[in-house]
């Protein structure tokens, strides 16, 4: 095999590896989901915001954000202003404006989200997600129900956990 052609194939083995690693390193590495067992909070059972419909949430939401919120789409990394927020405030879920996250429990994980290592008692569930061969477990907000990130335990102390969150599915009021 001549050098220009094993060159180009290292470069389409690395293309193609790339987007696997990246994966792999954002998923933080959870070692069991024993510590997160399936939630609901069935204080938000009936709420109105659970009734919308899929016409109603793509006209009340960003195409990006009814993508994440609402198809558990994830957005790129680094391109939420939000990552950068540093000032005291609550992070809100940008589907219904459920208080989520005190600004005090945002650090940078350096993945390119807003992350948490604690949110608001009762403003989310959890469920398992199997999508990307591995068991990771998907938080969402447990009022409208919407899609906002993934949680590992990787995060710093004092919970050892790492809320990552797509910045779309969230909006930041200052105190």
Known sequence: MTQTKSLSLRRRTFL?????ALIAACSGGTKSNAAFAETTNTAFADSAWRQLTEAEWKEKLEPLAFDVLRKEATERAFTSPLNDEKREGIFHCAGCDLA???????YDSGTGWPSFYDFIAGSIGTKPDNK?????????CARCGGHQ???FEDGPAPTGLRYCNNGVALTFKPA
């Not at 193609?16 to 696997?20: E, H, I, L, R, S």
């Not at 989520?100 to 945002?106: D, R, V, Y």
């Open 132 to 140: 990307l061969w591995m068991v990771r477990t998907e938080y969402h």
């Open 149 to 151: 990130g993934h949680v």
């Open 16 to 20: 193609a590896a790339a987007p696997v």
């Open 100 to 106: 989520l996250f005190e600004s005090q429990t945002k």
